[in-house]
């Protein structure tokens, strides 16, 4: 049996502050999936993420990537996940083409490949022109772009983007879902999480809905808006957060009612 | 080259390329300040001194100054640039790769190993260049420098770590890091110090660092050579051990 991209068992993490990010989250993608991981702020999304790349320990539970474990013998589990983040975390002192070839230096990837991956990636996000360039002097549109690129040079089978569309202009927003959805296509599972339903719903095989640290809902859109009674997505998530009084189908009834 | 050398060549690179695009502020700084220094203490204070122990003043204080450039260059290096990458969440593409601890800290205390090695190079061809400067035990110089440089690049990696601003860093630099190594004798012998001092001066660790690199190039020691080079590696083995333990637990890298 093929193992899962992502199967992730009992997963919690407690910071030293005290907080419980994570309680018992379970969830598993199946390889070649885009799977949509929404909830509100501070719910434990990007905790997950950061747990699943290494950036933060788990408390208890376990993470797999392709059948290999991603928290003690990491080796393999980390050089099949690309993780595009929220935060633009680029080095202030390298270049684009430096922060695209020291990237996959960093996997292990040889000189002559990733010299070819960063001209190729690089022509892919427009940013040819930029290779020479230092990362502090891009725009947020420009880092954005170069973030994405960069998760994609050790060619990935996961790949990881969270938030990948916060801030940006609706050109980039498109392109970036024509560019996730090719790469699926072409095999590459993608976790995503965002705040954009309709993204969400537009792109995602499956989606899970994560509050205070559990998984509170799986499935397809269809099945998730089932499972909180309701018929779409946002409502979905509207009852999640506690705000159903601002479904559009409650505003429309109600600015009927005004009109009426 | 395997995949695991690409990784520790590439994270090396990296290092050593941050402090080559600033390397006004990384090499010439200090190159300058301890060309400075030998004009100073050496030149025209050295003239008024004369011999100490037998040995020309500028000489005698010479060794000190590479010990200091590399010893001083290691540690800021590998304190800024950690707590830079921190700040910054670039460390973050380093951690979430598949490079092991112990890669990620040998990437890390190389890099200013380099410069720190650069400075004192540097600083040893500018000396020779303006006097007589003898090497006259080779075989303790030489790792007696290397054992200062991972020593104190080790020790830049441990502040880096732990900092949470850059105030951590300079405090550490400015309060801890340079009394020790101006007490340490750079410019003096101890035995010209009244008492307590002298006797404080022991308690020193960075004196017998001065001792080695001294006796290294003029042969001249104030303390037992064995032991010292002895205190030094273990000390140096000591940091690096618990330096590996914090980047396995992550310890102020992952949260």
Request: contains cysteine; negative net charge; charged residues 20%.
């Given at each position: 049996?093929e193992?899962?991209?992502?199967?992730?068992?009992?997963?919690?993490?407690?910071?030293?502050?005290?907080?419980?990010a994570?309680?018992?989250?379970?969830?598993?993608?199946?390889?070649?999936?885009?799977?949509?991981?929404?909830?509100?702020?501070?719910?434990?999304?990007?905790?997950?993420i950061?747990?699943?790349?290494?950036?933060?320990?788990?408390?208890?539970g376990?993470?797999?990537?392709?059948?290999?474990?991603?928290?003690?013998?990491?080796?393999?589990?980390r050089?099949a996940v690309?993780?595009?983040?929220?935060?633009p975390?680029?080095?202030?002192?390298?270049?684009v083409?430096?922060?695209?070839?020291y990237?996959?230096?960093y996997?292990?990837?040889?000189?002559?490949?990733?010299?070819?991956?960063?001209?190729?990636l690089?022509?892919?996000?427009?940013?040819?022109?930029?290779?020479?360039?230092?990362?502090?002097?891009?725009?947020g549109?420009?880092?954005?772009?170069l973030?994405l690129?960069?998760?994609?040079?050790?060619?990935?089978?996961?790949?990881?983007?969270d938030?990948?569309?916060?801030?940006?202009?609706v050109?980039?927003?498109?392109?970036?879902?024509?560019?996730?959805?090719?790469?699926?296509?072409?095999?590459?599972?993608?976790?995503?999480?965002?705040?954009?339903?309709?993204?969400?719903?537009?792109?995602?095989?499956?989606i899970a809905?994560?509050a205070?640290?559990?998984i509170?809902?799986?499935g397809?859109s269809?099945?998730?808006?089932e499972?909180?009674?309701?018929t779409?997505?946002?409502?979905?998530?509207?009852?999640?957060?506690?705000?159903?009084?601002?479904?559009?189908?409650?505003?429309?009834?109600?600015?009927?009612?005004?009109?009426? | 080259?395997s995949?695991r050398?690409?990784?520790?060549a590439t994270?090396?690179?990296?290092?050593?390329?941050?402090?080559?695009?600033?390397?006004?502020?990384?090499?010439?700084?200090?190159?300058?300040?301890?060309?400075?220094y030998?004009?100073?203490?050496?030149?025209?204070?050295?003239?008024r001194?004369?011999?100490?122990?037998?040995i020309?003043?500028?000489v005698?204080?010479?060794p000190?100054?590479?010990?200091?450039?590399?010893?001083i260059?290691?540690?800021?290096?590998?304190?800024?640039?950690?707590?830079q990458?921190?700040?910054?969440?670039?460390?973050q593409?380093?951690?979430?790769?598949?490079?092991?601890?112990?890669?990620?800290?040998?990437?890390?205390?190389?890099?200013?190993?380099?410069?720190?090695?650069?400075?004192?190079?540097?600083t040893?061809?500018?000396a020779?260049?303006?006097?007589?400067?003898?090497?006259?035990?080779?075989?303790?110089?030489?790792?007696?420098l290397f054992?200062?440089?991972?020593f104190?690049?080790?020790?830049?990696?441990?502040?880096?770590?732990?900092?949470?601003?850059?105030?951590?860093v300079?405090?550490?630099q400015?309060?801890?890091?340079?009394?020790?190594?101006?007490?340490?004798?750079?410019?003096y012998?101890?035995?010209?110090?009244?008492?307590?001092?002298?006797?404080?001066?022991?308690f020193?660790?960075?004196?017998?660092?001065?001792n080695?690199?001294?006796?290294?190039?003029?042969?001249?020691?104030?303390?037992?050579?064995a032991?010292?080079?002895?205190?030094?590696a273990?000390?140096?083995?000591?940091?690096?051990?618990?330096?590996?333990?914090l980047?396995?637990?992550?310890?102020?890298?992952?949260?």
């Amino acid at each position: 049996m093929e193992p899962k991209a992502l199967d992730i068992a009992d997963l919690e993490k407690r910071y030293p502050t005290g907080v419980e990010a994570l309680r018992g989250v379970s969830l598993q993608i199946e390889p070649g999936k885009l799977f949509g991981l929404l909830g509100p702020n501070g719910a434990g999304k990007s905790t997950l993420i950061h747990c699943t790349t290494g950036l933060a320990q788990p408390t208890a539970g376990a993470i797999e990537v392709f059948g290999h474990d991603a928290i003690d013998d990491y080796g393999e589990a980390r050089a099949a996940v690309g993780l595009a983040p929220q935060e633009p975390n680029l080095d202030w002192f390298l270049t684009v083409e430096e922060t695209l070839d020291y990237h996959a230096g960093y996997f292990g990837v040889p000189k002559r490949e990733r010299r070819e991956r960063t001209a190729e990636l690089l022509e892919t996000f427009s940013l040819t022109e930029k290779r020479g360039e230092r990362t502090r002097t891009l725009s947020g549109g420009m880092k954005r772009r170069l973030i994405l690129a960069r998760a994609m040079m050790h060619r990935p089978r996961l790949l990881i983007l969270d938030e990948p569309t916060a801030g940006v202009d609706v050109e980039l927003r498109l392109e970036l879902w024509h560019y996730v959805q090719k790469i699926n296509q072409e095999g590459t599972t993608i976790l995503l999480t965002t705040h954009y339903l309709e993204e969400a719903e537009q792109l995602c095989d499956r989606i899970a809905f994560i509050a205070e640290g559990q998984i509170v809902a799986e499935g397809s859109s269809a099945e998730v808006a089932e499972r909180f009674g309701v018929t779409s997505l946002e409502d979905a998530y509207l009852e999640l957060v506690g705000r159903k009084e601002l479904s559009r189908s409650h505003i429309e009834v109600a600015a009927d009612e005004v009109a009426g | 080259m395997s995949a695991r050398q690409i990784r520790l060549a590439t994270l090396w690179r990296r290092e050593v390329n941050r402090f080559m695009k600033i390397k006004k502020q990384t090499i010439g700084a200090p190159l300058l300040e301890t060309f400075l220094y030998i004009s100073v203490f050496g030149a025209a204070l050295g003239s008024r001194v004369g011999d100490l122990h037998g040995i020309d003043y500028v000489v005698f204080v010479i060794p000190g100054l590479i010990m200091m450039a590399w010893s001083i260059n290691a540690f800021a290096n590998n304190s800024s640039s950690i707590l830079q990458q921190k700040f910054q969440g670039a460390i973050q593409d380093q951690l979430s790769s598949p490079a092991s601890p112990l890669e990620l800290l040998l990437a890390f205390s190389l890099g200013g190993f380099a410069r720190g090695m650069i400075v004192a190079v540097l600083t040893f061809i500018a000396a020779s260049l303006l006097v007589d400067l003898p090497v006259d035990h080779l075989l303790v110089l030489v790792p007696s420098l290397f054992l200062v440089g991972f020593f104190f690049s080790q020790l830049g990696v441990l502040i880096g770590v732990r900092a949470e601003q850059f105030d951590d860093v300079a405090f550490a630099q400015t309060f801890i890091l340079q009394p020790l190594i101006f007490l340490g004798g750079v410019f003096y012998s101890a035995t010209l110090l009244p008492q307590p001092f002298e006797t404080l001066t022991h308690f020193n660790p960075v004196y017998y660092m001065i001792n080695l690199i001294r006796y290294g190039f003029v042969g001249f020691s104030e303390v037992s050579i064995a032991l010292s080079l002895l205190a030094l590696a273990f000390a140096t083995v000591a940091i690096f051990a618990v330096n590996l333990r914090l980047f396995s637990r992550g310890y102020r890298l992952r949260a």
